[in-house]
């Protein structure tokens, strides 16, 4: 096949589904709503289709297997079905959507192609979803290639018309019918992959994650709703979801005690040319959490009334403000403000963006050991630090996890503190500086090795990617550099 011909044709499909869309967008009122929803599920068609196809050609390039050695890559290709363990962060790099989508993408392709041809056909046909695909795939885990293909016959003609709420349960008794060992072995398997997950919500919030066994779980939302039953009668404002985030929070934290330590990478905006700070490993005053108008020395114990902090020793707190308003002015402070300065809000890592009001709850509520990082553009903050070392030095490292937050390739937001601190050029040609290393979780820093997507890293922070054919993605840090 020409790849430049498909492409052509390809670009001819989303021209006219683009201009189908413009029709629909300023014309479409003279639609009835019968007619208009007749269109919305004819369109749905071409959705699945494209989808199908998408998959279909991402599975192709999976197949090829490529191993690094000191003297180049080494590829092997496969038959279809195989999956590279970097085939995921190819497709998101030449799609555009995030890893764990591309990879939804790779995996529909790659497990129709090669056990369940029925349902692949039925999807390039834009007869069936991608989504109910997944619905299959995820009921038939576990089940060797001869199952899966009995599932597909015995169950996929029936998909068209099916009520997409019934086929996970219908996939289900058709692979424990065809193939129960293989299901129930892999039922005791999975409960060897207990685990609980965090990940960064809307802000001031947090999504958790939990994969449980049955029995625990019914059994913990059986006390959730019991504790947040008990909660409502006190105080009939709360919702129901809200009591049951107070209850699963308090049984959790019952009994037990809780310290943190954090390092924040604080945004400063000034007016005028701020100091220059040096970093500290810890914030050597805290505020007395049982009286704020006292704090505690890190380093002795000692308790000073704020009123009696020299000057000096004021300046080493990391306060929490408002964002500035307009004009250069600071705006009300939660805590009093660092002389000159307005902190926008931060990233904690992990837990995910917090402004003012959340970090000084944050505070009050767990014993952080709080250590500023501030990153100020005019001052240059440790850029002009260099070594000669491949390992860069802890004062450079600190401030690149800092400022990159999170793992530099487009769409993974692992923590940075988990991550490798790459030489964007290799070393020794490149420098071990803030201005020539990046944060590479250690997945996406073998995949930079394969060389297929250069990245490019700005003065200012960003990282762009320069892939085949003239592609390019472009990653911002977290906090920004001028």
Not at 182 to 193: D, E, L, M, P, S
Request: glycine share 8%; net charge negative; with cysteine.
């Amino acid at each position: 096949m020409d790849a430049g011909a498909l492409t052509d044709r390809i670009a001819v499909l989303r021209s006219q589904v683009a201009e189908l869309g413009r029709e629909l967008a300023d014309r479409g009122h003279t639609l009835s709503v019968s007619e208009a929803f007749q269109v919305a599920g004819a369109l749905q068609g071409v959705v699945n289709a494209a989808e199908g196809a998408q998959a279909v050609a991402a599975a192709w390039g999976a197949r090829t297997e490529t191993t690094m050695w000191e003297s180049g890559a080494w590829e092997r290709v496969h038959p279809i079905g195989f999956v590279d363990p970097m085939a995921a962060s190819e497709t998101s790099l030449a799609t555009g959507v995030s890893e764990g989508l591309a990879a939804r993408t790779v995996r529909l392709g790659a497990e129709t192609s090669e056990r369940f041809p029925v349902l692949r056909d039925l999807i390039l046909d834009g007869s069936v979803a991608s989504s109910t695909g997944h619905k299959v795939l995820d009921g038939c885990v576990g089940l060797d290639l001869q199952a899966c293909l009995r599932v597909d016959a015995q169950l996929c003609a029936r998909l068209p018309g099916m009520d997409p709420a019934r086929v996970t349960g219908e996939t289900r008794k058709v692979a424990a019918r065809v193939a129960g060992e293989q299901v129930a072995a892999h039922a005791a398997k999975t409960r060897t992959t207990r685990c609980v997950e965090i990940s960064p919500g809307e802000d001031g919030l947090t999504d958790w994650f939990a994969c449980l066994p049955t029995a625990t779980s019914a059994a913990m939302y059986a006390a959730v709703n019991e504790l947040a039953g008990e909660y409502r009668t006190v105080d009939d404002t709360l919702s129901v979801p809200e009591s049951r985030a107070d209850a699963l929070a308090d049984l959790v934290l019952r009994n037990v005690t809780v310290s943190a330590q954090v390092t924040l990478g604080v945004p400063v905006v000034t007016d005028r040319p701020a100091p220059q700070p040096q970093p500290v490993p810890v914030e050597r005053f805290r505020i007395d959490r049982d009286d704020e108008e006292t704090v505690i020395d890190a380093y002795t114990g000692q308790v000073t009334r704020l009123a009696d902090l020299d000057p000096a020793s004021r300046e080493e707190l990391c306060w929490v403000v408002e964002p500035a308003a307009p004009g250069g002015e600071v705006a009300e402070a939660m805590s009093p403000a660092w002389s000159g300065a307005a902190v926008s809000g931060t990233q904690l890592p992990r837990l995910g963006w917090v402004d003012a009001a959340t970090m000084a709850n944050l505070l009050a509520t767990l014993p952080l050991e709080v250590a500023r990082a501030v990153i100020d553009a005019d001052t240059g903050t440790l850029a002009s630090h260099t070594s000669t070392a491949y390992r860069p030095p802890r004062a450079i490292a600190d401030f690149v996890t800092t400022r990159d937050g999170t793992c530099r390739m487009w769409g993974c937001s692992r923590p940075a503190e988990d991550c490798d601190l790459d030489h964007v050029t290799p070393w020794p040609h490149g420098a071990t500086t803030p201005t020539g290393l990046e944060a590479l979780c250690r997945r996406h820093h073998r995949l930079k090795h394969r060389a297929r997507w250069r990245p490019v890293l700005h003065p200012d922070g960003t990282i762009t990617w320069h892939g085949p054919h003239g592609a390019t993605r472009t990653t911002e840090p977290h906090h920004r550099t001028r």
